[in-house]
């Protein structure tokens, strides 16, 4: 018999937003379903031993895998009111609105909410090149998994290809794993990620090849080594080839928002460049253009976990006051709240990207469909 669940809200995704937005649903009296992909709660802040930057409502000084637990031990607080699945793949939206999940490969039901919250993180981007299918390449989140989640050295000698963010901070996680990163290679002609991670690599010994990229893999049954080559401004490959010695390529060359199921329900959607992919148009409060679906995190748009903490807050305030578990003011009141810290998260150069991003996906409300405010 296929069961048919009916809570308040469902939310899909059990990463930084996802947790962010059934705890505040809960906290409002809301019956709230979450299904989660992975084995565990907290998304990517499982994989983070650093200490995250922004703001102290968001636990700026704080590693990530300790917010995972704060958040967690915050939705435990509401016991029988949250309704947790993990191992669980939501795996279609339909036109009645019931949503299809799976429990492992054999445990299959229904869901029907009221309301849902697509908060289904992201995708690693691979780029192409010969040997790339060998194996020793990997994107930087399962080298992350292996090092931080089941404490297995991934390799003796790592390439990273990339340094934004990511690249510069899992080079030095490498670093700190007894790891040596014989080099850093980023496309752009400048570092992507904060100057404060690249200025601790580069003290460390890792030199950053900027304008350089992976030409080919080397080996017969695994990476043995890489060729990289310096590019021009239109990518093409200048200069003379470089061996690098190493047994793992590690790609952390971006993420592109996942976003399947706002397809499957017929949200609006748009190509946004600030913010690597199709994402779905929305109003302020992250309602889409379906009046019961809203979305939050790095589906709306890849940013830092910070920003996806509280649009996820966002995100479960308004399916809670659109059921009618929120009076006006305290709605209006707390929203204005998450607002500001979410300007001040967007605030500075850094923030540039997502500021210009979300001002071409946001509109004031759907009610007035032609009133764009940011």
């Not at 990163?181 to 400048?190: D, G, H, S, T």
């Not at 049954?221 to 793992?248: H, L, M, P, S, T």
């Not at 748009?270 to 589906?299: F, I, K, N, Q």
Request: glycine fraction near 12%; charged fraction near 25%.
């Amino acid at each position: 018999m296929i069961i048919l669940r009916t809570p308040d809200v469902l939310v899909i995704g059990g990463g930084p937003a996802g947790l962010s937005a059934a705890v505040e649903a809960a906290s409002f009296g809301c019956h709230v379903v979450v299904v989660n992909e992975d084995l565990a709660l907290g998304g990517q802040l499982i994989k983070q031993t650093h200490k995250f930057f922004g703001s102290a409502a968001e636990h700026a000084g704080t590693r990530g895998v300790e917010i995972a637990k704060i958040l967690i031990d915050e939705l435990e607080r509401f016991g029988d009111r949250v309704e947790v699945f993990t191992n669980c793949s939501a795996l279609g939206y339909y036109r009645d609105g019931v949503v299809t999940c799976m429990v492992g490969e054999e445990r299959y039901f229904k869901v029907k909410p009221k309301k849902v919250i697509v908060a289904t993180g992201a995708l690693e981007k691979l780029i192409p090149f010969p040997g790339n299918d060998l194996p020793g390449v990997y994107g930087a989140g399962a080298v992350q998994t292996l090092m931080n989640v089941y404490g297995v050295k991934p390799a003796k000698r790592v390439l990273m290809v990339g340094a934004g963010n990511i690249g510069l901070i899992v080079s030095y996680q490498l670093l700190q794993a007894g790891v040596d990163v014989a080099a850093i290679v980023e496309f752009a002609p400048k570092v992507g990620g904060y100057w404060v991670h690249a200025a601790k690599v580069r003290r460390l010994g890792v030199p950053i090849y900027l304008r350089h990229t992976v030409k080919r893999a080397i080996g017969e049954n695994a990476v043995e080594g890489a060729v990289i080559q310096a590019v021009n401004e239109k990518g093409e490959f200048v200069g003379d080839e470089r061996f690098i010695e190493c047994d793992v390529i590690c790609m952390a060359v971006g993420l592109t928002p996942t976003c399947e199921l706002l397809w499957q329900a017929g949200c609006e959607m748009c190509y946004v460049p600030e913010l690597a992919g199709h994402v779905a148009v929305r109003d302020r409060t992250m309602r889409t253009s379906r009046p019961d679906v809203w979305v939050a995190g790095d589906a709306a748009g890849i940013e830092e976990a910070s920003t996806a903490m509280v649009e996820g807050r966002i995100a479960g305030l308004a399916s809670a006051h659109s059921l009618g578990h929120v009076d006006e003011e305290a709605f209006k009141e707390r929203l204005r709240e998450y607002w500001r810290r979410l300007d001040v998260l967007r605030g500075g150069e850094a923030g540039s990207k997502a500021r210009s991003g979300t001002f071409k996906v946001m509109i004031e409300t759907w009610e007035e469909r032609s009133v764009e405010v940011r």
